[in-house]
Every structure is written in structure tokens, then in C-alpha cells.
């Protein structure tokens, strides 16, 4: 699917508050990444630019000329305070308003896992209890994830795609976890750190998985098992499906509902618990390919 939105010098000249010509002069410089047209026009693509914004600490003076949330009211908000204004905005279907309170830190400079963990996870576990309270419908919390699904594909815009030579990744979660959450989560934090990601899907048996790893045969395939109801037949499963993948693909699972028990048996395999857990993980995977 194309993500990329385009954007002109003048229009991200004026989001930041510089001149046309400075900005021209760091394209130029090769400080923001830029293309042109068959016209000879320069263009700059809106994944770049928050990239760029990140990393400067620039402040987008006019957000909405790139059509992105104000996000300098959220910069120094503790994230803790930000999960209930969330879990109202998207019980509500407020998208607008979700989107405002991830998409605006994130444009400030916080981690995408700390937003995951923090604020999204953290929000769906108590839009879950919740429902299992009877203080909301279940229609409220599927309308909930329909929200959240959505704000993550705009999301994803805001990330550059990874180069032709990136890492890849395969995954997706195992039968008995049809929680779509999780593996969207997942796929995005991989492009975040410059991976190129392939999401398979939910609820998907270990022999499924086996022969997608061996046609795909990347450098890292994902397995995330979050879900309680799935663990009975994940041990054995997994266990096969570690031994069946190809020579030089590693192996990574996520969920918070692995036990140590699972984790004893397969030593070579990688758990993490949460995304900031994965982050760091795959930091690491990052600097050896670099110094190799």
C-alpha cells in the first residue's frame, strides 16, 4: 500500500517557521531528504519531515499546513496522564482526538514504544476491564479497536519506508490470539527502526507460519502470543516451529502471557514482553549489522 503524501519547500518552510530559501539550502545539504519532479521541482515527503522535526527538535509552528496534530501541549506531559483522555476519546470514536494524543507527542520526540506501552496498551487493558465490568458495550470496545487500528495506519505515513537493502521481518500472532492490536504494534515498530516488515495476519497455526517462514526466509520472523487461551498448544507448536526455520532466520516472540516455563525450554529464542522490551532488542541487531 503507498503511504507516502508529498509535501513542497513552502509548505514545510512555513509548518516550521523558517524560510523557503533555508529550507532549499538543507535539502540541498542533504539534511531532509528530497526528490524531484520531472519538472525539476523539489518535494519532500511527510514522513521525512517529522523524522527531520524529531530528530532537530524543531517546532512546527503551523502543524496543520502538514496536516498533523498540535503537539507542543503534549510535549512535556507525563504519558501516565494521558491514557484516560485516550481511552474516553476512542470509546467515543473521536479519532481526531486519539490521534491528537499519540500522534502529538510522537511529532516531539517520544518513543513510539513508549506511546505503545504506555498510553495504547496500557488504554486497552482498561477499555477491557471495563467491558468485563459492564461499565461499557462490547460494542463500545470493538468500535474502541476500530479507532485505534485506524490511527495507527496514519501512523504509519509518519514513518519512513525502509531502504531497498533494510533487514526483513515476517510475522504475525499464533492460533487462539485474533487480537489485531498486538500485531500492527508490532509491524510498525519495525519500520521505525528500519525494517522492512511483512504483517501475515492473526490466529494463524504454527505449520502456516512454518511455510510463510520458509518462503519469506528473513532475517527475523515475529511471533506474539498475548493471548492466555493460546498457551496451551503454543508450547509444543512453537518448540517445532523454532527447529523447522530456515538456517539463518532468528526468532523473536512477544506477549506479556508467555510463562518462564516456555522461556526455559526454547533458551535460544528471544521473549519480549512489551514493546520497549522489542526496541531495545532490536537496537541491538541494528549495531551489530552496522559494525559487521
Known amino acids: 500500500m503507498e503511504t507516502t503524501h508529498f509535501l513542497s519547500p513552502k509548505q514545510v518552510a512555513l509548518a516550521i517557521g523558517v524560510s523557503e530559501s533555508s ?32 530528530k532537530t527538535g524543531q517546532q512546527l509552528s503551523r502543524p496543520e499546513l502538514l496536516g498533523l496534530p498540535d503537539g507542543e501541549s503534549s510535549k512535556n506531559t507525563d504519558l501516565n496522564n494521558l491514557v484516560n483522555p485516550w481511552v474516553e476519546s476512542v470509546i467515543q470514536g473521536d479519532q ?78 499464533a492460533t487462539g490470539d485474533n487480537h489485531p492490536l498486538t500485531a500492527r504494534l508490532t509491524e510498525i515498530l519495525f519500520q521505525s527502526q528500519g525494517w522492512k516488515p511483512t504483517h501475515l495476519g492473526c490466529g494463524l497455526p504454527f505449520d502456516t507460519l512454518s511455510r510463510a517462514a520458509e518462503r519469506y526466509r528473513p532475517n527475523l520472523f515475529w511471533i506474539s502470543i498475548s493471548a492466555s487461551s493460546c498457551l496451551g498448544d503454543s508450547c509444543g507448536g512453537l518448540i517445532h516451529f523454532h527447529r523447522n526455520l530456515p538456517a539463518k532466520t532468528g526468532l523473536v516472540v512477544s506477549g506479556e502471557a508467555i510463562s518462564q516455563q516456555v522461556k526455559n525450554l526454547i533458551p535460544q529464542v528471544v521473549f519480549c514482553e512489551n514493546t520497549r522490551q522489542l526496541a531495545a532488542f532490536l537496537k541491538t541487531i541494528t549495531i551489530v549489522t552496522t559494525n559487521s
Open 96 to 173: 481526531e482526538a486519539a490521534s491528537q494524543l499519540i500522534v502529538g507527542p510522537f511529532i516531539t520526540g517520544q518513543p513510539l514504544c513508549q506511546l505503545f506501552d504506555r498510553v495504547i496498551i496500557r488504554g486497552l487493558q482498561e477499555i477491557r476491564k471495563l467491558r468485563k465490568q459492564g461499565q461499557i458495550e462490547d460494542y463500545q470496545e470493538s468500535l474502541a479497536i476500530e479507532v485505534c487500528l485506524a490511527l495507527l495506519r496514519d501512523l504509519q505515513t509518519l514513518i519512513p519506508q525502509p531502504p531497498a537493502n533494510a533487514m526483513t521481518s515476517v510475522g504475525g500472532t
Open 23 to 54: 529550507l532549499k539550502r538543507w535539502c540541498d545539504k542533504g539534511v531532509i531528504p528530497v526528490s524531484k519532479t520531472v519538472g525539476g521541482h523539489r518535494k519532500l515527503s511527510k514522513s521525512d519531515v517529522v523524522s527531520f522535526v524529531r
